[in-house]
C-alpha cells in the first residue's frame, strides 16, 4: 500500500531542538550562527515540516500530495488497520501506562509521526523515498485484554530462535497487556483444522527458549484459507501470530484478506523467518547469527582435518538455496577458508583461472585447502550430468540437489586420474545441525524485540503485517495492499547478494580466491544485468 503524504502542519512544527531553554548572549549567536573559521556549507539549509500520518488514533485527515516535490518525494508504505473496515471499532487505554516496567521510560508509546526510512545513505537531492511504520506500543489499544483470545502458529523448516519469538510473544501478552487466553496451533497450518490446540502461559513456555526447533512442532504446506479462518471464528481467537518465511507469509496474507472480506475482528501479525537471511527490506533474519556462528563450528573441523594429513583437501557445505548469505559471513568470520562458492556467483572447474587450478596452487602452497559452498551453487552443472526430475517439498521450493558430493566426487576425480595426485578429501554437511540449535545470545535478544513489536501491533489494531528493523529499527511491513494484492513487501524479491557490493569484494579480498569472471562457458541465466556490466567493464564497482 503506497501513498503519499503531504505536509500539513506549519515550518514552525518541526523543531530539532533539545526542550530545556538555552540562553546565549548576541555575540554567542552571532558566531553560532556565522562561524568565521568554518568554511561555507556546501547546500543551502531547509526547513522540513512535519507530515501529518494516517494516525487511526487520532484520525487526522489522510492527504495525498499531486505534487511529489512537495514533501520531498516522502512516501509511506503504510500497514492495514481493522477500522479500515470496521470504522466503528471503541479504543482502550494502552495497559502499558500503569506498567511498573515502563513507569520510568521517558517516552513509553510511539508517535504516530514515527517512520523508518528504508535508505538511509542519499545525495543531497534525492527524494526522501520509501518509509514504513514506527513498531512499538501505542497510546490506544483496539482490544480488551480480557477480551484477546491469541493464537500462535509456525510452519516450514526449523531455525534457531522460534522458540524464543514463541516465549515472548506469551510472555508479552501476558505480562505487558494482561492476557491469559492464548493458545498454541499445533503442526503448522494444517493444525488449525486437523490437530487439537495447547494451552500456553509463561509458566508453559518458560524455558524452551533453551531448545532448538519449534514447541509448537511445524510442518510444510497444508493451507486451506476457509478452513483456517472457520477455526478461527468458531474458536473465537482474534490475533493469529505467524511465525514462518515467505511461504508462510503469503499465506498470512491470504488469511488477513479473508477476515478482512468476513469484516472480523482479528488481527494477524507475522514474523518472517528463513535461515538464508534472503528477506529483503529487513536487515536480517533471526537465527542467522546463530548459523554463521555454528558454520564456524565445522569449517574449523574441516580446517583441522586437512591440516593434519598431506594434500587435505575440505568441502563443507553450508545452507544457502538462492543467497549465499550464510557461507559468505561465515567465512568472513573463520578466516580458515580458501574458497568461497554461492549461488550469485557462477564458477567453473577446468581451464585457466578455474577451480581446479586454484586447488593445486594452495595445495601447493599450503598443503591443504578448506572449500565453502553453499546449498544453491552449481545446480546447473549437477544437473547437467544427473537425469534430475523437477521436484518440489510441501511448500513448492525446487529440491536440490547435492552440489556438496557432486564437487567432492569431480575434485577427487580430477587430481586423481588427470593430475596422478593423491589427495586426502573430507566432506562435512552440517544442514541440520545448525538448523536445530538453541539461538546464541545475539538472536535470543533480536527474537524478543520482534515478538514485541509484533504483540504492539496487534493490540494496536494493525493487521496483515510483519515486523523486522529496517536500518535498525523495528518497522511493520504490509503483507497486502488494500485491492487485495498479495504485496509481501519482504517476499516479493529475495534478498542475495550482490558481486557488485563491497562485501563481497571483502570475502575475495580475504580469501584471494579468484572471483571467476573471466569464463566465457558459464551459463547466461546465472548471471545478473550488474555481473554481465562487471565482466564488459573487468572492474567492480561499489554500491
Given at each position: 500500500?503506497?501513498?503519499?503524504?503531504?505536509?500539513?502542519?506549519?515550518?514552525?512544527?518541526?523543531?530539532?531542538?533539545?526542550?530545556?531553554?538555552?540562553?546565549?548572549?548576541?555575540?554567542?549567536?552571532?558566531a553560532?550562527?556565522?562561524?568565521?573559521?568554518?568554511?561555507k556549507?556546501?547546500?543551502?539549509?531547509r526547513?522540513?515540516?512535519i507530515?501529518?500520518?494516517?494516525?487511526?488514533?487520532?484520525?487526522?485527515?489522510?492527504?495525498?500530495?499531486?505534487?511529489?516535490a512537495?514533501?520531498?518525494?516522502?512516501?509511506?508504505?503504510?500497514?492495514?488497520?481493522?477500522?479500515?473496515?470496521r470504522?466503528?471499532?471503541?479504543?482502550?487505554?494502552?495497559?502499558?501506562?500503569n506498567?511498573?516496567?515502563?513507569?520510568?521510560?521517558?517516552?513509553?508509546?510511539?508517535?504516530?509521526?514515527?517512520?523508518?526510512?528504508?535508505r538511509?545513505?542519499?545525495?543531497?537531492?534525492?527524494?526522501?523515498?520509501v518509509?514504513?511504520?514506527?513498531?512499538?506500543?501505542?497510546?490506544?489499544?483496539?482490544?480488551?485484554?480480557?477480551?484477546?483470545?491469541?493464537?500462535?502458529?509456525?510452519?516450514?523448516?526449523?531455525?534457531?530462535?522460534?522458540?524464543?519469538?514463541?516465549?515472548?510473544?506469551?510472555?508479552?501478552?501476558?505480562?505487558m497487556?494482561?492476557?491469559?487466553?492464548?493458545?498454541?496451533i499445533e503442526?503448522?497450518y494444517?493444525?488449525?483444522?486437523?490437530k487439537?490446540?495447547l494451552?500456553?502461559?509463561?509458566?508453559?513456555?518458560?524455558?524452551?527458549?533453551?531448545?532448538?526447533?519449534?514447541?509448537?512442532?511445524?510442518?510444510r504446506?497444508?493451507?486451506?484459507?476457509h478452513?483456517?479462518?472457520?477455526?478461527?471464528?468458531?474458536?473465537g481467537?482474534?490475533?493469529?501470530?505467524?511465525?514462518?518465511?515467505?511461504g508462510?507469509?503469503k499465506g498470512a496474507?491470504?488469511?488477513?484478506?479473508e477476515?478482512e472480506?468476513?469484516?472480523?475482528?482479528v488481527?494477524?501479525?507475522?514474523?518472517?523467518?528463513?535461515?538464508?537471511?534472503?528477506?529483503?527490506?529487513i536487515?536480517?533474519?533471526?537465527?542467522?547469527?546463530?548459523?554463521?556462528?555454528?558454520?564456524?563450528?565445522?569449517?574449523?573441523?574441516?580446517?583441522?582435518?586437512?591440516?593434519?594429513?598431506?594434500n587435505?583437501?575440505?568441502?563443507?557445505?553450508?545452507?544457502g538455496?538462492?543467497s549465499?548469505?550464510?557461507?559468505?559471513?561465515a567465512?568472513?568470520?573463520?578466516?580458515?577458508?580458501?574458497?568461497?562458492?554461492?549461488?550469485?556467483?557462477?564458477?567453473?572447474?577446468?581451464?585457466?583461472?578455474?577451480?581446479?587450478?586454484?586447488?593445486?596452487?594452495?595445495?601447493?602452497?599450503?598443503?591443504?585447502?578448506?572449500?565453502?559452498i553453499?546449498e544453491?551453487?552449481?545446480q546447473?552443472y549437477v544437473?547437467?550430468e544427473?537425469?534430475?526430475?523437477?521436484?518440489?517439498?510441501?511448500?513448492?521450493?525446487?529440491l536440490?540437489?547435492?552440489?556438496?558430493?557432486?564437487l567432492?566426487?569431480?575434485?577427487?576425480?580430477?587430481f586423481?586420474?588427470?593430475?596422478?595426485?593423491?589427495?586426502n578429501?573430507?566432506y562435512?554437511?552440517?544442514?541440520?545441525?545448525?538448523?536445530?540449535i538453541?539461538?546464541?545470545?545475539?538472536?535470543?535478544?533480536?527474537?524478543?524485540?520482534?515478538?514485541?513489536?509484533?504483540?504492539?501491533?496487534?493490540m494496536?489494531?494493525?493487521?496483515?503485517?510483519?515486523?523486522?528493523p529496517?536500518n535498525?529499527?523495528?518497522?511493520?511491513?504490509?503483507?497486502?495492499?488494500?485491492?487485495?494484492?498479495?504485496?509481501?513487501?519482504?517476499?516479493?524479491?529475495?534478498?542475495?547478494?550482490?558481486?557488485?557490493?563491497?562485501?563481497?569484494?571483502?570475502?575475495?579480498?580475504?580469501?584471494?580466491q579468484?572471483?571467476?569472471?573471466?569464463?566465457?562457458d558459464?551459463?547466461?541465466?546465472?548471471?545478473?544485468?550488474?555481473t554481465?556490466?562487471v565482466?564488459?567493464?573487468?572492474?567492480?564497482?561499489?554500491?
Open positions: 500500500m503506497e501513498f503519499t503524504i503531504s505536509s500539513g502542519l506549519p515550518k514552525s512544527s518541526l523543531s530539532l531542538a533539545p526542550s530545556f531553554p538555552i540562553t546565549r548572549s548576541k555575540s554567542q549567536a552571532s553560532l550562527s556565522n562561524p568565521s573559521h568554518l568554511p556549507p556546501f547546500f543551502k539549509s526547513s522540513f515540516s507530515f501529518p500520518l494516517v494516525s487511526r488514533q487520532n484520525r487526522p485527515i489522510r492527504s495525498q500530495s499531486s505534487n511529489p512537495a514533501d520531498n518525494g516522502f512516501v509511506l508504505e503504510d500497514v492495514p488497520h481493522l477500522t479500515n473496515f470504522p466503528d471499532l471503541p479504543t482502550y487505554p494502552n495497559p502499558l501506562q506498567s511498573q516496567a515502563y513507569a520510568i521510560v521517558k517516552q513509553t508509546f510511539v508517535r504516530p509521526e514515527d517512520v523508518v526510512a528504508e538511509i545513505v542519499v545525495q543531497r537531492d534525492s527524494p526522501r523515498g518509509h514504513f511504520r514506527r513498531a512499538g506500543p501505542r497510546e490506544k489499544v483496539y482490544f480488551k485484554s480480557d477480551e484477546v483470545r491469541a493464537c500462535i502458529v509456525t510452519c516450514g523448516g526449523l531455525c534457531p530462535g522460534i522458540n524464543t519469538v514463541i516465549r515472548e510473544i506469551v510472555c508479552g501478552l501476558s505480562y497487556y494482561g492476557v491469559e487466553d492464548i493458545l498454541g503442526g503448522g494444517r493444525g488449525f483444522y486437523s487439537n490446540t494451552r500456553l502461559t509463561p509458566k508453559v513456555v518458560n524455558d524452551i527458549h533453551k531448545r532448538g526447533g519449534t514447541f509448537l512442532r511445524t510442518s504446506g497444508g493451507h486451506d484459507t478452513k483456517i479462518v472457520d477455526n478461527i471464528e468458531d474458536r481467537i482474534n490475533q493469529v501470530y505467524i511465525i514462518g518465511g515467505d508462510t507469509q496474507a491470504l488469511i488477513y484478506k477476515v472480506k468476513r469484516g472480523l475482528h488481527a494477524v501479525a507475522g514474523i518472517p523467518k528463513t535461515i538464508d537471511n534472503d528477506i529483503a527490506v536487515d536480517k533474519s533471526f537465527g542467522f547469527d546463530t548459523a554463521v556462528e555454528e558454520a564456524q563450528r565445522a569449517i574449523n573441523a574441516a580446517h583441522v582435518e586437512v591440516e593434519s594429513v598431506e587435505g583437501v575440505g568441502i563443507v557445505k553450508l545452507m538455496r538462492y549465499g548469505f550464510i557461507a559468505m559471513f567465512t568472513l568470520a573463520s578466516r580458515d577458508v580458501d574458497c568461497c562458492l554461492i549461488p550469485e556467483s557462477p564458477f567453473y572447474l577446468e581451464g585457466r583461472g578455474g577451480l581446479f587450478e586454484f586447488i593445486e596452487e594452495r595445495l601447493r602452497e599450503n598443503g591443504h585447502v578448506v572449500i565453502v553453499a544453491g551453487a552449481g546447473e544437473a547437467q544427473i537425469e534430475a526430475i523437477e521436484k518440489k517439498d510441501a511448500s513448492g521450493n525446487k536440490l540437489l547435492d552440489v556438496g558430493l557432486w567432492t566426487d569431480k575434485i577427487k576425480a580430477h586423481t586420474k588427470v593430475r596422478k595426485m593423491a589427495i578429501m573430507k562435512i554437511d552440517p544442514t541440520y545441525m545448525i538448523r536445530a538453541p539461538s546464541n545470545a545475539s538472536d535470543n535478544i533480536y527474537c524478543t524485540l520482534l515478538a514485541q513489536s509484533a504483540v504492539h501491533g496487534a494496536a489494531g494493525y493487521s496483515g503485517f510483519t515486523v523486522g529496517v535498525s529499527k523495528h518497522a511493520y511491513i504490509p503483507i497486502s495492499d488494500k485491492l487485495g494484492v498479495v504485496l509481501q513487501r519482504v517476499t516479493e524479491t529475495q534478498n542475495t547478494v550482490k558481486l557488485t557490493d563491497r562485501m563481497w569484494a571483502r570475502l575475495l579480498a580475504s580469501t584471494n579468484p572471483s571467476f569472471l573471466g569464463c566465457n558459464m551459463p547466461q541465466e546465472r548471471i545478473g544485468k550488474e554481465i556490466n565482466i564488459s567493464s573487468s572492474e567492480i564497482s561499489s554500491s
